[in-house]
């Protein structure tokens, strides 16, 4: 049998996916999302680099 599940997840800064819920399965009832689930603690992402943006200053006249 064949499916396929999919996860939504925050992503610490370590990379690891956290608080996850199994947001799809196909077919439904057949514990992909459960099989997934399990799988999370072997995933791992890389986190783009951060940007730094100077922040807009606004000025007043009197």
């Not at 996916?17 to 057949?30: L, W």
């Not at 999302?33 to 006249?61: C, D, E, I, N, Y």
């Given at each position: 049998?064949?499916?396929?599940?999919?996860?939504?997840?925050?992503?610490?800064?370590?990379?690891?996916?956290?608080?996850?819920?199994?947001?799809s399965?196909?077919?439904?009832?057949?514990?992909?999302?459960?099989?997934?689930?399990?799988?999370r603690?072997?995933?791992?992402?890389?986190?783009?680099?951060?940007?730094?943006?100077?922040?807009?200053?606004?000025?007043?006249?009197?």
């Amino acid at each position: 049998m064949s499916g396929s599940a999919t996860l939504k997840c925050r992503i610490s800064d370590m990379g690891m996916a956290t608080k996850c819920v199994v947001h799809s399965e196909t077919p439904a009832g057949q514990d992909f999302g459960k099989a997934l689930m399990k799988l999370r603690s072997k995933m791992s992402f890389v986190l783009p680099a951060p940007t730094h943006s100077t922040p807009r200053q606004s000025t007043q006249s009197p």
